[in-house]
């Protein structure tokens, strides 16, 4: 099992910047594939970017495609997302989590894979 705790968020003016980061407990970090996720007021849980068990692959939304960028240090059992470019349209709750299952098209971007979860951070940019 493991246990996930974001920060980083906050207010920001559009075309600002922030990166998140993601702890995690236990000794198995790099075993899991782990994923950034948002959800914004009245809508539905929305993946973001998700990376591979060593980082050697990534995989993002096409809204956030150039804007964001997901790393992880599997040293520090911590992952990032780097959040430039940012929009009114990104203001969410932030939540990362880690999926034990494995690296397929399908499977990565899809919230019920995901088997951990964060309590989320907000960001908010304002126009």
């Known amino acids: 099992q493991v246990q996930l705790a974001e920060s980083g968020g906050g207010l920001v003016q559009a075309g600002g910047s922030l990166r998140l980061s993601c702890a995690a407990s236990g000794r198995t970090f790099s075993s899991y594939v782990m994923g950034w996720f948002r959800q914004a007021p009245g809508k539905e849980r929305e993946f973001v970017a998700a990376i591979s068990w060593s980082g050697g692959s990534t995989y993002y939304a096409d809204s956030v495609k150039g804007r964001f960028t997901i790393s992880r240090d599997n040293a520090k059992n911590t992952v990032y997302l780097q959040m430039n470019s940012l929009k009114p349209e990104d203001t969410a709750l932030y939540y990362c989590?880690?999926?034990?299952?494995?690296?397929?098209?399908?499977?990565?971007?899809?919230?019920?894979?995901?088997?951990?979860w964060g309590q989320g951070t907000q960001v908010t940019v304002s126009s």
């Open positions: 989590a880690a999926d034990r299952g494995g690296w397929s098209a399908g499977r990565r971007s899809a919230v019920n894979e995901y088997d951990y």
